[in-house]
């Protein structure tokens, strides 16, 4: 099946706290083996699987069913209280094991479902439940007028923004019959072990995030407009991908993802696209091919040379923001001996372009100590840049 490269490094990206997988959301026509796929990938990795049919199960597989309970004070006196216990499918969700949601037929959820559906999206909770953080997160919905459920209703653009949308065309003659053929999706042979694969992409993440964060801000910088389009109210796209500061932000995690799974060019830029649509998309991987940058962390390490290029301060200052992104997260490798090779670096560029080194200084004044401190940036090219800086600001007024 064509998507299933994307699916899977889609179930190894890592996301904002902790948690893991991009939320993808296929779109097709009913009876093209979404759900199987889905399922199917589940057992390969051993983890439970529970699909979600918000026109079929009702609200009480959701969590939101309220129910009264009696509650202790821890002094003898008893209340009544209401509240949302957990639905029964949970119980198979354990933070080893994790597992994988799947909201089937979302255009069939009601609007007193959909509340829920933003909640299980951003944050992994149904009703009083928080699901483990290696729980992944999928759905899957028919085309407008493919509903299939008496009707439907669109996707809320706010559980739409926090998704990655994929077309999906279903498998061909033959990727059906090898799929017919090899179990219909029995129990795999042999699973595999998911934390071994985390374990795989951690230890690669900072230097490839770092470097899709940093051309990112540069490209975005370069193109202000494209941060944030959302579509108006009555425009269909509105319960599909566009630009946001969130969705830049998971476009950004599947580049990064995409070049660790090393997913080919093709499949990279639907992934990326999948969050914030093809036009934007299509876009920064235009300005990306015009773009020549070392690797990052050899460059930090004083492996690689690099010449600033005043001729194209984009590509300079996605140079900076990527240094950036790899030497300020506390647990950065490295981080006080890159951090200094770093100060040396914007010492060069302020000698002839301090605005551009300005976005990296920012941050870097904004690194914390382990204590949680503002950290000290006291070195000798630090000084420099800083006094340099301080000078630009007094003659422009800034």
């Known amino acids: 099946m064509g998507k299933q490269e994307i699916l899977h490094a889609s179930f190894f990206t890592p996301m904002p706290g902790g948690r893991w997988g991009s939320p993808l959301i296929l779109w097709g026509e009913p009876g093209t083996a979404k759900t199987a796929l889905i399922e199917l990938l ?8 529970e699909a979600l049919q918000p026109g079929a199960k009702g609200e009480g597989a959701f969590g939101v069913t309220p129910c009264p309970s009696e509650t202790s004070d821890g002094k003898g006196n008893r209340r009544m209280v209401i509240g949302y216990p957990p639905p029964e499918w949970t119980g198979g969700f ?16 009601p609007p007193a479902i959909q509340p829920v559906l933003l909640g299980g999206v951003q944050n992994r909770e149904i009703g009083g439940w928080r699901a483990p953080l290696r729980t992944r997160v999928y759905g899957a919905a028919n085309y407008v007028g493919q509903q299939t459920a008496g009707g439907g209703w669109p996707i809320p653009g706010s559980v739409a923004n926090r998704c990655g949308h994929i077309d999906w065309p279903g498998p061909d003659c033959d990727q059906w019959a090898t799929f017919l053929l090899g179990g ?53 796209q509105l319960g599909r991908a566009w630009p946001s500061r969130r969705s830049w932000e998971y476009a950004l995690r599947a580049l990064a993802a995409s070049r660790i799974h090393k997913l080919s060019r093709e499949d990279t830029e639907e992934y990326v696209a999948a969050f914030v649509g093809t036009a934007a998309a299509t876009e920064f991987f235009n300005w990306l091919d015009e773009q020549d940058l070392p690797d990052i962390a050899a460059l930090l390490d004083g492996q690689v040379k690099w010449v600033a290029d005043y001729d194209r301060l984009d590509r300079t200052e996605a140079v900076l923001s990527a240094c950036s992104a790899m030497v300020v997260p506390l647990g950065a490798a490295m981080r006080d001996q890159r951090m200094a090779r770093l100060w040396e670096l914007l010492l060069d560029v302020t000698d002839k372009a301090k605005d551009i080194a300005l976005p990296a200084v920012t941050v870097l004044c904004g690194a914390k100590a382990r204590d949680g401190r503002p950290l000290r940036h006291d070195g000798p090219a630090a000084t420099k840049v800083l006094a340099r800086l301080h000078l630009m600001a007094n003659s422009t007024g800034f």
């Open 42 to 49: 589940a057992r390969l990795y051993g983890m439970p699987c």
């Open 94 to 109: 354990t933070e080893e094991t994790g597992g994988v949601i799947f909201f089937d037929e979302l255009t069939t959820a």
């Open 184 to 236: 219909a999706g029995s129990e795999p042979e042999s699973r595999r072990d998911p934390v071994l694969e985390e374990q795989m992409v951690l230890s690669v993440w900072p230097g490839e995030w770092a470097l899709a964060a940093g051309q990112g801000t540069a490209f975005l910088r370069r193109r202000p407009e494209l941060l944030h389009k959302r579509p108006t109210d009555d425009d269909p």
